[in-house]
């Protein structure tokens, strides 16, 4: 019986306790607002910044014409001839002397567009509807093509974005991929590129031009 009293005498002392409403120590952090600090510089430097220190290639195109040289360059210089374009969304951003390879396994590198880009974490925001699920894992280097009017402060703002960009329904797949793919950190050797591309690059082309 001195069990039962006992458990009987805790309960009556936390329905006490629950009938009495006491103020949070830290009424900050129960509201909506964000942890972090606002981002001090303007969303694309920001994006630029996170990308590259996470191991991505970030190049700033200020338009179509230019996009297009600074591909053909990059293909000259790394010697690629199979390239995968994500289509027909991307026919204007192709250079004329490429054209889409449909067997990603033959393929160099892939190049695919992104629903958006999250300059906190350096982020981009891949669908199904970019290139596929395969497009930007399976070649050994991902080129994604992005607009500055793309990229989004944060996370919370991507997902919103994503909403009323899709209001009857979500893409079947939806990815945050963050630079090249990598392991752990296992005996303090990081590999890179054992479960996705190698290389990351993002061209991000103005839109207030």
Same mark, same amino acid.
């Given at each position: 019986? !001195?069990?039962l009293k006992a458990k009987q005498n805790t309960l009556k002392k936390i329905?006490?306790?629950? !009938?009495?409403?006491?103020p949070l120590p830290f009424p900050q952090s129960e509201g909506g607002q964000s942890p972090f600090e606002g981002i001090i510089d303007d969303e694309d430097i920001s994006f630029a910044k996170q990308f590259s220190v996470l191991g991505g290639k970030f190049a700033f195109c200020s338009n179509i014409i230019e996009l297009k040289a600074e591909l053909v360059k990059l293909f000259t210089t790394?010697?690629?001839k199979n390239v995968f374009f994500e289509t027909p969304g991307m026919n204007h951003t192709i250079p004329t002397d490429y054209h889409?390879?449909?067997?990603?396994?033959?393929?160099?590198?892939?190049?695919?567009?992104?629903?958006?880009?999250v300059a906190r974490t350096g982020s981009m925001v891949l669908s199904s509807l970019n290139g596929g699920r395969a497009a930007s894992a399976y070649c050994p280097v991902h080129i994604c093509i992005a607009f500055s009017n793309q990229v989004m402060p944060d996370i919370k703002d991507a997902f919103?974005?994503?909403?009323?960009?899709y209001p009857s329904g979500l893409p079947s797949f939806?990815?945050?991929?963050?630079?090249p793919s990598r392991t752990a950190d296992i005996e303090k050797t990081l590999v890179t590129g054992?479960?996705?591309?190698?290389?990351?690059f993002c061209f991000l082309v103005d839109t207030d031009q």
């Open positions: 019986m !001195s069990g329905r006490e306790a629950l !009938s009495h409403s006491v790394r010697n690629w889409h390879y449909e067997d990603l396994a033959s393929c160099e590198a892939a190049v695919t567009s992104c629903e958006c880009l919103s974005y994503l909403k009323s960009k939806i990815t945050f991929a963050s630079g054992v479960h996705g591309p190698k290389e990351v």
